[in-house]
C-alpha cells in the first residue's frame, strides 16, 4: 500500500470515508470516542507516544490536534489547499 495518504484513501470503500468524523474504539468493551471538526474525509490519523494527543489529517487541508482526554480540537493547522480546489 502507498505511503501517500491521498493514495490510501482512494484505494477506501466510498462508505469509510463519509461522515468525516473518527471514532477510536475501545476493544474492550466497545466503547468510542469521537473525534469533530473535519469538513471532508479524514485520511490519517497518529497518537503521541504519551497518548496525550491525536493527530488527524483530512482532505480539508487542516490537520486537527486533540485532547485524548477531552476529545476536543486544541489546534487546528492548514496544510494545503482543499482537494477540490486542485485544478
Known amino acids: ?11 477506501l470503500p ?7 468524523t473518527v471514532k477510536w474504539i475501545r476493544v474492550i468493551d ?16 497518529a497518537v503521541d507516544p504519551q497518548k496525550r494527543y491525536i493527530a488527524t489529517a483530512s482532505c480539508d487541508g487542516y490537520v486537527r490536534i486533540y485532547s485524548s482526554s477531552t476529545q476536543q480540537c486544541i489546534s487546528s493547522l492548514s496544510i494545503t489547499v482543499k482537494g477540490n480546489e486542485l485544478s
Open 14 to 20: 466510498p462508505w469509510l470515508l463519509r461522515d468525516m
Open 30 to 45: 466497545n466503547s468510542y470516542i469521537e473525534l469533530l471538526g473535519h469538513r471532508a474525509p479524514v485520511i490519517s490519523l
Open 1 to 11: 500500500m502507498s505511503q501517500f495518504p491521498t493514495e490510501v484513501a482512494s484505494k
